[in-house]
């Protein structure tokens, strides 16, 4: 008996789908060796960046307000940096980069271990501030080494899943920062200064790892290419930063780039509430054993999942609007925790716990659906020995989103989630007057993200409706089809 076509057609779904995974097969080791740092800095880094907040006020007596202070010159800093790091790492190359960014890193975090378990050290808030704000060259640069050697060391065929499983790792690395700060804090009962000491660790591994197995630079061709297409993907030219800055701002398509950049900054925002709001957040409605690693380690899971499955299909659909529509479900993923926590029908601390869940449902469907294609979409406009350019402004919003966050997120937590409110007089713990319905919609947390919401979806739709503008000229740039 013949198979049905139904069948049939399924069959081939299927073997079509893991057969769009062997593109993969034209990378070399150097490509595997940045995915691994790539992997274990991003667990260091998201584990740092989720405890900064906690650590400088539990650990070091910072009030939320100045906590913020000390996040937003770090993220201000990091921001800026981005805007030389590309061009550094054009310039430089990528060994070199990596090895400079690495090292300062290691030496950093070693100084943030010692002023941690140093009680006696007078000053220590606002010499954590000042390592903090010196990491920001470090990370700016380690993020366009990730994204122009995940450029340099994939052919034309294999961009589009290489910047995809480049996500992906970092997802990974995501996920397991949240559970390392678990970890950490509930299961071993240490300090919150030894999440610093794991950065450390990962800072030798890193080094160890970049010596071993990143030796060539060259960019990665397709030897199926055409003669001519294989040698202007070759042309690499090593220009100095000024040479790359004067003729980066005579590119119209920059200057769209930076459009599209400024519209999407809300939706970058809501990544970062994950860490600046929601530690806090979580642990004054939930209670102080809220496990809010955990939940911040629910959205880089789903990324993981949700790339495994969508890898295959990345380059069937248009660039610019899985960028936009993407964007649009991230930014309404706060609408769940907007709403007010009675209506889930549970006990505040198990609402929140829901609460919690379909946001990250909603802003894990978004990210995997636009966050690599912004990447992807960067790194086909950029000129040849410019791709660490335009890929440092293209992450732009997910620093420039942290700096503006940072700067408002003590105050957004003082007037919306504080640890504690005055109900006549009496100073009460949140969780307690929201239990006792003391406070209106707009004294609470939920109003906090109704607010940010309704920002990120506004710029969403400006993008939508500017799409003819911003999309001019960039048909001819998108990567080209992956072959099944």
Request: charged content about 15%; some cysteine; aromatic content about 12%.
């Amino acid at each position: 008996m013949s198979e049905s076509p139904a069948r049939r057609s399924t069959a081939e779904m299927i073997i079509g789908y893991f057969k769009d995974f062997g593109v993969l097969k034209e990378t070399r080791a150097e490509y595997w060796g940045i995915q691994i740092v790539n992997f274990l800095d991003c667990t260091a880094y998201f584990a740092l960046l989720t405890i900064a907040a906690v650590f400088l006020s539990d650990d070091l007596g910072l009030s939320d307000r100045s906590a913020g202070y000390v996040i937003t010159a770090f993220t201000s800093a990091t921001s800026l940096m981005l805007l030389f790091s590309g061009m550094t790492t054009d310039w430089l190359g990528i060994r070199r980069s990596l090895n400079i960014t690495l090292g300062g890193q290691l030496i950093l975090r070693l100084a943030m271990v010692w002023v941690g378990l140093t009680p006696s050290l007078p000053h220590r808030g606002l010499i954590a501030g000042v390592l903090f704000f010196l990491m920001a060259p470090f990370m700016a640069g380690l993020q366009t080494i990730f994204q122009s050697a995940t450029n340099r060391f994939t052919t034309r065929r294999s961009r589009s899943a290489g910047f995809s499983l480049w996500y992906l790792f970092m997802n990974i690395g995501a996920a397991a920062a949240g559970f390392s700060i678990d970890i950490v804090r509930k299961l071993l009962h240490l300090p919150n200064v030894h999440i610093f000491t794991m950065g450390v660790v990962t800072a030798v591994l890193c080094l160890i790892v970049g010596k071993l197995m990143i030796k060539n630079e060259e960019q990665l061709v397709d030897p199926n290419d055409p003669p001519e297409a294989q040698t202007e993907e070759k042309k690499v030219a090593r220009k100095n930063p000024l040479q790359i800055w004067r003729e980066m701002i005579r590119e119209p398509a920059l200057w769209r780039l930076l459009v599209l950049i400024g519209l999407i900054v809300g939706v970058r925002a809501v990544f970062v509430y994950l860490y600046l709001l929601m530690p806090k957040y979580w642990l004054r409605t939930i209670g102080p054993d809220a496990a809010f690693g955990t939940l911040n380690a629910i959205n880089p899971i789903g990324i993981v999942i949700g790339l495994v499955l969508f890898i295959p299909f990345a380059n069937k659909f248009s660039v610019f609007r899985m960028l936009v529509y993407g964007a649009m479900i991230s930014s309404i993923s706060l609408l769940p925790m907007a709403l007010p926590w009675t209506i889930y029908g549970m006990p505040i601390g198990e609402a929140h716990y829901v609460m919690a869940l379909l946001c990250m449902i909603l802003l894990t469907i978004g990210e995997v659906i636009w966050s690599p294609k912004l990447y992807e979409y960067t790194a086909t406009i950029a000129p040849k020995g410019q791709e660490g350019t335009y890929l440092g402004l293209s992450l732009i919003p997910w620093f420039l989103a942290k700096t503006l966050v940072s700067a408002f997120s003590g105050h957004l937590l003082e007037h919306w989630s504080p640890e504690k409110v005055t109900i006549h007089g009496v100073a009460k713990p949140l969780q307690q007057a929201m239990i006792k319905h003391e406070l209106g919609y707009w004294q609470r947390p939920e109003a906090m993200w109704l607010v940010l919401g309704c920002i990120a979806l506004a710029g969403c739709i400006v993008a939508a409706f500017l799409e003819k503008w911003l999309t001019k000229g960039a048909h001819e740039n998108v990567a080209p089809t992956v072959a099944t």
